[in-house]
């Protein structure tokens, strides 16, 4: 009975490919269910009854998943055993309209990361950080203290300042995760220290995704060579 789910069977492919179809056609259920929401009125008997479908075979997949699981608490507490129960769990957005439990509607998200499991490309990657977890661990340490530095530096700099966006070092940190990813575009420092600090932190950013990235290409290529 476990093969259905044993990616190296017939039966367990084809129970996957089934599973990704249900997937996809969440998805498509969660963008229609929108527009359906935009127009304030309520879901039509199809697609009610559709996505109450998807959620009722969700649902048995995590109780099949989890009775036939060989370690049934391992499963539970691993990474898709937690995406199998948000998926089930995103299923109590059909609710009626205009309750808090709307916003379970967030979890239906998580269904689509279901399509990578099984994954040759994620074990790998899953591999490589394990390889670089360390490293990872130090950059993401440093990434924080420099943002929190950051942070309070512009504070100082323009909090002061007429008309400043700066009114917290909350607001302060915003531009300064901005900064050094995607660039604080509005968030504009007035004084010259704030604009001083602004191009050190822009640089600094450049180096915040060439260093994991290349950590995680050497990795990959570690891994490679491995096992060719």
């Known amino acids: 009975m476990r093969e259905i789910f044993d990616l190296d069977t017939r039966r367990g492919r084809r129970v996957n490919?089934?599973?990704?179809a249900v997937i996809v056609l969440s998805m498509a259920t969660l963008v229609v269910d929108?527009?359906?929401?935009?127009?304030?009125g309520g879901l039509p008997g199809w697609l009610w009854t559709l996505e109450l479908v998807i959620w009722v075979l969700f649902a048995v997949e995590y109780v099949m998943r989890i009775a036939l699981a060989p370690s049934r608490w391992r499963y539970i507490f691993s990474f898709y055993g937690i995406v199998d129960l948000l998926a089930v769990l995103g299923g109590f957005a059909n609710v009626p309209a205009g309750t808090s439990l709307r916003l379970l509607r967030l979890l239906r998200v998580f269904r689509v990361v279901k399509l990578v499991r099984g994954s040759a490309a994620l074990d790998r990657f899953r591999a490589a950080f394990r390889d670089i977890a360390d490293e990872l661990l130090v950059y993401v340490s440093a990434s924080g203290i420099l943002m929190f530095i950051a942070s309070v530096g512009i504070y100082e700099l323009e909090h002061d300042q007429p008309d400043t966006l700066y009114v917290s070092i909350f607001d302060s940190f915003y531009w300064a995760v901005l900064s050094l990813t995607a660039g604080a575009e509005g968030y504009q420092p007035l004084s010259f220290g704030g604009k001083l600090l602004s191009i050190f932190i822009v640089l600094i950013g450049l180096g915040v995704v060439a260093v994991p990235s290349g950590l995680l290409a050497s990795a990959l290529y570690k891994h490679d060579s491995k096992t060719t």
């Open 17 to 20: 490919v089934f599973i990704s």
């Open 34 to 40: 929108t527009h359906y929401t935009a127009a304030d």
